[in-house]
């Protein structure tokens, strides 16, 4: 009875302590204090960087899961990124997240939303490049475009890979590392020009949404190391640094940090937004 009479004398004596506490807690809780995905530290622009010397290829920096500080936002009315990266002959592999915020009409050949594009015709003559509206992801080869059927989902970050082998005649593209399935195509031979992030050029068309990680290899990536490159999420690192050609992290400004110093030259307001993570979930191994 003592024991049980000292508990009574406790909780009412510092009960509403404990309740104050807990009403504490759980508004803190609410707000996202306790989230420990927004105390994820992020790399500050240029944490990681490829290194290009006559002994060795490799990374340097903060190279280990990186998370972003910022993506670059683009306002779909005049802010693109004009790389000075130009493609060759020879098979290609693309990749960029994109928010899918952005993909808001039906329409592609009015409204182009175009991720990477090197395409200067005008008639999908002589370009590469990666575009969407909500229900497909349309890509562009260098003798015309394939459309394949997708469904994205509004205010979403996706990674999109595209595949070009010339060796074997196909174009394979690939959402969040899951192959969309191959196409025979005929490739042409092409005046090859220069990428543009945010911008499909010829008809002046821009990208309302954000972009990051823009990577280009002039290789064929196989699709192990397409989900591979995928599950290292938004701020992953390339995979293949022999074969890479030019890494757009987008985490800040417009750099080339393959180490081949291919710069973008931004026109327009591209924001550097820090607020992207809403719509992103971390890939799961």
């Known amino acids: 009875m003592r024991k049980l009479q000292s508990a009574m004398e406790y909780l009412m004596t510092y009960g509403w302590a404990i309740l104050a506490i807990a009403v504490v807690m759980v508004s803190l809780y609410s707000i996202g204090i306790f989230n420990l995905g927004s105390l994820t530290p992020t790399a500050t622009p240029g944490a990681c960087q490829v290194i290009r010397t006559a002994a060795q290829t490799s990374l340097a920096g903060q190279c280990t899961n990186i ?24 098979s290609w592999t693309i990749s960029a997240w994109a928010d899918a915020r952005q993909f808001q009409t039906a329409n592609l050949n009015s409204n182009h939303h175009n991720i990477l594009d090197s395409d200067l015709s005008g008639s999908y003559g002589n370009g590469f490049g990666i575009e969407g509206s909500p229900t497909v992801l349309r890509v562009i080869y260098n003798n015309g475009f394939l459309n394949y059927n997708y469904n994205f989902n509004t205010g979403t970050w996706y990674d999109i890979t595209v595949v070009y082998n010339t060796n074997n005649g196909t174009v394979t593209p690939y959402v969040n590392g899951i192959s969309l ?105």
Not at 183 to 206: C, E, H, K, M, W
Not at 241 to 259: I, K, V
């Open 67 to 90: 998370i972003p500080k910022y993506v670059g936002q683009f306002n779909g009315a005049s802010s693109y990124i004009k790389t000075s990266f130009v493609n060759k002959a020879g």
């Open 181 to 285: 399935g191959g196409s025979s195509v005929t490739f042409g031979a092409s005046l090859y020009q220069q990428y543009y992030i945010g911008r499909d050029q010829p008809n002046a068309v821009y990208f309302n949404g954000s972009i990051a990680n823009v990577q280009i290899y002039n290789t064929t990536i196989d699709a192990a190391s397409i989900q591979t490159l995928y599950r290292k999420g938004i701020g992953g690192v390339p995979i293949d640094l022999a074969h890479l050609s030019a890494w757009w992290p987008l985490n800040g400004n417009a750099n080339d940090y393959s180490g081949n110093n291919y710069q973008g030259n931004v026109t327009g307001p591209v924001v550097w937004s820090a607020d992207w993570q809403p719509g992103y979930a971390a890939p799961t191994t």
